[in-house]
C-alpha cells in the first residue's frame, strides 16, 4: 500500500502539500473569498510543510498588504492579482502569451505570472486582435519558436481561430469578460473559442488566467522533456 499524500490541517482549511509531487503544480490558494488571515495562513502553511514557494491568485489589495506585513520580500503584481512568497524555479522553455486588445491584459498578466511561478518561461505580445488582422500575421513567425501558445481575448473571441490556423503550436484560449452588453461578460467569446473552427484549440474557463497558465506550462514542461531540455525544479 502506497503512502497517503500529506494534508495540512488547518481547521478552515485542508491543505494538500504533496500535490507538486503528483501533477507538477503545488496547491495554490485562490484568495477569493478568504479573508486576508486566511490566505496568510494557508501560504504560512505551505510553507511550513516544505514547500518552496507559496502562492496565492485572485489577491485584493487588503490581501497583498497582509502578505508583505508578514513577508516583507514576498512578490505581489497587483494586476495579475497574485502574491507569491519564495522563489521560482528558473524558466525553462517559452509560451507566447497573445492579448486581442489592451483591455484583456489583467487575464494575460494572470497567465504570465503562474507562468513564471511554475518555471516556465513567457514572453507576452498585447493588442494584436483580429480587428487589425495584420497585427496577428506579424507576429506569425514567433509561434514555431513558443512550445505553447495562449490566447486571451473578449468581445468576439475570435483571435484563437485565427492563431490556430497559423501555428502547429497548441492554442490554449482564454475568453474574457471584455466587451459590450452583447458579449454578455465573456459568454459570446466563450462560445465562439469553443466552436472554433480550427483544430488545435484548448479553452478554458471566462477570465482564468490561472488555468490557461498551468495548462501551458504543462504542455511546455512535456515538451522540454521530449527535447532533452533542462527541467524546472518541484516547488
Known sequence: MTDQPRTADLGFARLDVDRAARTGTPEVVFAGGKTPAETVGCLAGLLDAGLSLAWATRVDPETAAAVLDRWPDAHVDPVARVAWVGTPPPPVGEVLVLTAGTSDGAVAAEVA???????????????????????????????????????????????????AGLTDRLVVAVPTSVGYGAAFEGLAALLTMLTACAPGVLVVNIDNGFGAGVAAARIARSAQRAAGGPQPGHL
Open 113 to 163: 505570472a503562474t507562468l513564471a511561478a511554475s518555471g516556465v518561461g513567457c514572453r507576452r505580445v498585447d493588442d494584436v486582435g483580429v480587428a487589425g488582422v495584420h497585427r496577428v500575421l506579424a507576429v506569425a513567425p514567433d509561434l514555431a519558436a513558443a512550445d505553447a501558445v495562449v490566447v486571451v481575448a473578449g468581445m468576439d473571441g475570435a483571435l484563437p481561430s485565427v492563431v
